[in-house]
């Protein structure tokens, strides 16, 4: 995304605040979960969305800054958690103290309109640091504020939304839960229609705790040996590659038969797993991995986790191989390892990490040859509407790390539905990383029928 104008991008940012509750809340300490507050989760997750100036809407005229604003301060009387600060206890138990003190919000003015932002919105977003400043001392986990928003209005009407929450309190589907109050509160709904449930208990070690099924997500090794851990943040580079109907076509054409019936997001998700692998050109033997991000809340795990509950409800079962297979064998091998992963996910499993965390002192992700990639697609956060319509963009703002990356559903500016990957690697490593993803997605003349004759029997 890159303005058009000739004058320099600026933002105006004024003084930040405090949003504190609309009415009293409690004040006490509310236990995270086990699955909360592991390591791996003790980091701030940023969102943003741009939406258009919507001259038919009921919000013609309204400025988003002081409705966003109210909005928030009602929907924190549910939530009200998210107005307190982390103190951390004993094991290093990460606690809510619901003290009301508030979270910070920010107000300002872009100069630019949404146009001159580019003909395509999606990340990597050049002028993030202006549209999602962060405060100095904000971004701490304990005593911080959990929830930073800044509302950036522009100058043709439309305004960007940036957020940043603490990943410990709720993960994606638990904030979206929380965003729709806000949507709510602003239509002037008294009361959320899911009503928020914390019992974070549900989600905490037994006693005594057992771990009962094998984690290798959680591996511990010697950290020097991770490729990626010295490398300068300033030679990371943020990057999104779109899987539209041709790339997905030509990657299915290469799993043998058992295997074409596999989802999009597991197609991608070898692909990447593999691309990336040969882009780090790591020793052969290396063992490889790729922590599938599941959510518990599907109802085929027969977890019962009760409607309103916003704690972090996943977890990350790892596909695992040496490089050198990973490379060399075909696009299937890393397939079935995707789906194996997968299939190992299970009330059982979740209940399992709880226990370990309890058990190994919130131990963090395997960070040596590890790969985490999360499809963000169910959780709701492009649906987000605060009155002004559908956002032009509504997701991540980028890949959160190197380890870390994101897919969701998106349509390109040719109107080709497809998932954007956002990925992060180091400048050399993302150039051949782009290599390999053209040899993995290079569309044929072969595919080019295929996708048209599909598209045409689509019609019918």
């Not at 619901?98 to 107000?107: A, D, I, M, S, Y």
């Not at 990057?239 to 038969?257: D, H, M, N, V, W």
């Not at 987000?384 to 997701?395: D, L, P």
């Not at 690697?425 to 040899?439: D, G, V």
Request: hydrophobic fraction near 40%; proline fraction near 6%; glycine fraction near 6%.
């Amino acid at each position: 995304m890159a303005s058009k104008q000739s004058q320099p991008f600026s933002v105006t940012r004024q003084a930040p605040e405090l949003i504190a509750p609309a009415k009293p809340t409690p004040h006490e300490l509310k236990r995270l979960s086990d699955i909360d507050d592991q390591e791996g989760l003790r980091f701030h997750v940023p969102i943003i969305f741009f939406f258009r100036n919507n001259p038919s809407s009921a919000m013609k005229g309204k400025n988003p800054a002081k409705v966003i604003r109210d909005s928030l301060s009602k929907a924190l009387v549910f939530y009200y958690p998210f107005a307190g600060r982390l103190r951390e206890g004993d094991n290093r138990k990460l606690l809510v103290e619901c003290n009301g003190e508030g979270v910070l919000f920010v107000e300002a003015d872009a100069n630019v309109t949404l146009d001159e932002l580019g003909p395509e919105i999606q990340p990597p977003f050049a002028c993030l640091d202006e549209l999602l400043y962060v405060v100095p001392g904000s971004d701490g986990i304990i005593g911080c504020p959990l929830l930073y928003i800044q509302v950036t209005r522009l100058e043709c009407g439309g305004f960007i939304l940036a957020l940043r929450w603490n990943h410990t309190l709720t993960d994606a589907y638990g904030f979206t839960q929380f965003l729709k109050t806000m949507e709510q509160m602003i239509q002037g709904a008294p009361t959320p229609s899911t009503i928020p449930v914390w019992q974070r208990d549900l989600l905490s070690a037994r006693n005594p705790p057992r771990i009962t099924r094998i984690h290798h997500e959680y591996e511990q090794f010697d950290d020097s040996m991770d490729s990626l851990k010295n490398t300068n943040p300033n030679d990371l580079v943020n990057k999104a590659f779109f899987f539209g109907p041709e790339e997905i076509t030509s990657l299915r054409k290469k799993l043998p038969p058992h295997l074409k019936n596999c989802s999009s997001f597991e197609l991608i998700m070898a692909c990447v797993w593999r691309c990336r692998t040969a882009a780090l050109q790591l020793d052969p033997n290396q063992i490889v991995r790729l922590s599938c991000l599941i959510s518990v809340l599907n109802k085929r795990y027969n977890f019962h986790l009760p409607e309103g509950y916003y704690g972090n409800a996943f977890a990350l079962p790892a596909a695992r191989s040496k490089a050198e297979l990973l490379c060399k064998r075909g696009l299937g091998y890393a397939v079935e390892l995707v789906k194996s992963a997968k299939a190992q996910m299970s009330g059982e499993y979740i209940q399992s990490v709880a226990d370990l965390m309890e058990m190994k002192g919130r131990i963090k992700f395997t960070s040596v040859g590890n790969f985490i990639l999360s499809y963000v697609k169910n959780s709701g956060l492009a649906d987000v509407e605060f009155g002004w319509g559908k956002a032009v963009y509504g997701g991540p703002t980028g890949a959160v790390s190197s380890m870390m990356s994101f897919c969701l559903e998106f349509k390109n500016m040719e109107g080709k539905s497809g998932i954007l990957l956002l990925i992060c690697l180091p400048k050399s490593t993302m150039e051949r990383f782009q290599e390999e993803m053209k040899k993995m997605t290079q569309v044929t003349m072969e595919d080019f029928y295929d996708i048209n004759s599909a598209l045409k029997i689509s019609r019918l």
